[in-house]
């Protein structure tokens, strides 16, 4: 992950030039066009990218190597898509139906109440 997703956008910086920044930098370009086929990754291999490149320089503080880990400074991407699902409600048919249904089942008693009907 490291050798695809991070040394090509940042090997060229030194490693005590590495601010908070070029990983913001990095996780955005990699959730719009991370790619290799030039599509998105998705927002858990992101995360998956910083989990990785904060361990590695905990481990370069550790060794004195950074005096900071910039990354942990970065945002810190979420693991979850942030697509929008549009909302969709049954119509009065669909959810008398879905009812009658589900008359004999167990739970019906929740679904009943959860679903706001009235009788």
């Known amino acids: 992950m490291i050798d695809?997703?991070?040394v090509p956008r940042?090997?060229?910086?030194?490693?005590?030039?590495?601010?908070a920044d070029h990983f913001?930098?990095?996780y955005t370009d990699l959730l719009s066009s991370g790619n290799?086929?030039?599509g998105a990754l998705s927002p858990k291999t992101v995360l998956e990218v910083h989990v990785l490149v904060r361990g590695a320089l905990d481990d370069a503080c550790r060794r004195r190597l950074v005096v900071d880990n910039v990354?942990?400074?970065?945002?810190r991407p979420c693991g979850r898509s942030h697509r929008?699902?549009?909302e969709r409600w049954w119509t009065r048919d669909q959810l008398t139906t879905f009812l009658a249904c589900?008359?004999?089942v167990r739970l019906y008693p929740a679904l009943h109440v959860g679903s706001g009907a009235r009788e």
């Open 71 to 75: 990354a942990a400074h970065a945002t």
């Open 36 to 38: 290799r086929g030039g």
């Open 4 to 6: 695809h997703y991070v």
């Open 102 to 104: 589900a008359r004999d």
């Open 24 to 26: 913001d930098d990095v």
């Open 10 to 19: 940042l090997g060229h910086v030194h490693l005590r030039r590495l601010r």
């Open 84 to 86: 929008v699902v549009p």
